[in-house]
Structure formats: C-alpha cells, structure tokens
C-alpha cells in the first residue's frame, strides 16, 4: 500500500530530510533521535501526502466529481491543492476555532473552484457536515484522516523513514484523528514488528489517549490548546481507533508549557519554526517519555504553519 502510494505522490510530495539531533537524543536517553521534517514539504506540512492520494483516485473514478472537505488548516490547504491540480470543485470547511495563519492561508487558495466555509465552532462539527454532504450525495468527501486512502497517503512518511534508516526502531508520532500514525504504522510494522511506535496528544484534547486507557470512543470535553492542528475529537466509526490498537505501542500526552518549550528548544536547537502540533513527538522525547530508553528514534515533526501572534507569545512567554 505504502509504495504504490510512494508512486502516486512521485513530484507531488517531496522526500524530506532526516535531520539528526544529538542534544535531543541526550536528553531524551535514547542512543540516536533523527527529525523527519515533514514541515518542508511545500503546503507546509505532511497533509499534502494523503490528500493528494485521495483526490487523485478519486479523479481517476469520477473525474466530474464535486469535493468537499473539512480541517483545522493543513488539510485543507493540502486537498485544495490537488483539487486545483485535478480542477476539480472544492468546498473547504473549516470551524470558527481555526488559527489565523491556517485560514489567510486557505483565503489565498480561493478561487471560482475553491470555496472556503466557516461552519460551526471547530472541527467537529466541520467533520460532521462535511460527512451530512457525501452522505447526501452533494460531494465527495476526503476525510482528514478517517479514509483508507488517505492513511496510505501518510504511510509514506514511514516508507522514507525506514527506506533511509533501516536501524530505526522507534518511531514518535502526532496524534490527532490518527491518520498519520496509522500509515506509518501498517509499513514499519510490516517492516520491523518490534520497532516501537508511540503517539503523542496535547493533555487538552486527548482522544486517542482516553481510548488506550478506557476502551472509550466517547466525545470529550476537548480545551484549548497551542497544538490546534490535532485538537478535537475522532470520529465514533472511525478507521483509526482499530488501527491505532493494533499498530500503535504506546500513547502518551503532554502538557502547554511542555510544547511550548518545545517549540522554544527546536528554535534554539536546529533554528527550525515549526507549529505547536509539530513538536509533541520532541516534547515527549525530552519528558522521557514512551519507553524509548537506549532505541533509535525518528521523530516526525509535521507542520510550520504558525501565525505570528502565537510564535511571538511563545517566545515572549519564555522571556517572562
């Protein structure tokens, strides 16, 4: 799956970096840390990988179809470019939670084509209309993360992982819907069954977390939180919740002020901007959590779509 969708995504997604980190790897207490730095890809971050999947088979089928997405920003701005690659109509929605930077983003992607809609407060209930619409047969739906094609997508993330470092054995991941930790996760177990696979959750929105400790695919209270590219909760009949609890080792959650300093520390460390969402794999590492004790770890950081107003919090707060 994972190298059929390699293929597919040939000049469309771009091979990224493994970029080692010693100082990481000292402080996490793992003999090798190496950052797949997925935020370079050229929407600025992973989502281009599984959005570009989707929309291209979908092409293939039902050439004259109408698209309908919904996101928190990355996807968005990821399944607005393949629909302009495929000229295909697309309607974006987006709740009203959406960061700054994400939207100004998704505005200058409009056009007679692409749509972009405020509906309703966050994610959720983006994702719920966006699923009213297919079911309704008014579009196509390309899920951000609760599709089988989309999963592919991402699973090339793991492919390049361990196509470029064969002696890795653990890989750190985002959570938020699970999409990306699935694909990875269905190539590096078929590659390596003991490499070791950990998710990471803000502590403010934590679904896939409750899950691992309670069994629960309840809704839950979500807070705000800096990492918005993962907050909201997962979809009840969702792909992702079986697929994490065959595939997925270990979850664990940090707290604000540990991916703030994250944030903090990869600007000090590597001289990268990246967002909130992107270092919880880092945050994680550096709170010595996941049992990674001694392990070669590649941590994915998968996005540098921040705004200026929460970069400069960030920074401000540690001046404080």
């Avoid at 966006?130 to 739906?141: E, L, S």
């Avoid at 002696?167 to 938020?176: E, F, K, L, R, Y």
């Avoid at 990246?274 to 550096?286: D, P, T, Y």
């Amino acid at each position: 799956m994972g190298t059929a969708a390699r293929l597919g995504l040939a000049g469309i997604a771009q091979p990224t970096p493994l970029e080692g980190s010693p100082l990481l790897a000292a402080e996490g207490g793992v003999a090798e840390v190496r950052l797949k730095l997925e935020m370079l890809q050229p929407t600025g971050a992973f989502k281009i990988r599984g959005a570009h999947n989707k929309v291209a088979l979908v092409a293939a089928q039902q050439p004259d179809a109408e698209l309908v997405t919904a996101s928190s920003g990355n996807h968005g701005i990821a399944v607005a470019t393949a629909a302009a690659r495929h000229a295909m109509p697309l309607t974006v929605l987006v709740g009203a939670s959406v960061s700054p930077s994400k939207l100004e983003r998704l505005r200058a992607l409009e056009s007679d084509l692409c749509v972009v809609e405020i509906f309703g407060r966050d994610s959720d209930d983006a994702e719920a209309e966006g699923r009213r619409r297919d079911t309704a047969g008014m579009a196509v739906y390309v899920a951000p993360y609760n599709d089988a094609d989309v999963v592919a997508g991402q699973g090339t993330v793991g492919v390049e992982i361990l196509d470029e470092w064969p002696a890795c054995d653990a890989i750190v991941v985002p959570i938020g819907g699970g999409g990306l930790i699935s694909g990875i996760g269905l190539w590096a177990k078929a590659v390596n069954p003991s490499l070791r696979l950990v998710g990471v959750q803000p502590s403010a929105s934590p679904p896939m977390y409750a899950y691992f400790e309670s069994g629960s695919t309840k809704p839950m209270p979500i807070a705000p939180t800096l990492a918005d590219g993962v907050a909201g909760n997962i979809e009840r009949d969702s792909i992702t919740w079986r697929m994490c609890r065959q595939l997925v080792d270990e979850v664990v959650v940090v707290d604000e002020g540990q991916i703030a300093d994250a944030m903090r520390w990869i600007i000090d460390a590597h001289h990268l901007v990246v967002e909130a969402s992107a270092v919880l794999g880092i945050a994680a590492l550096r709170a010595r959590l996941g049992g990674l004790a001694g392990r070669r770890a590649a941590v994915v950081v998968t996005g540098r779509n921040v705004d200026g107003a929460t970069l400069r919090s960030v920074l401000e707060e540690s001046e404080g």
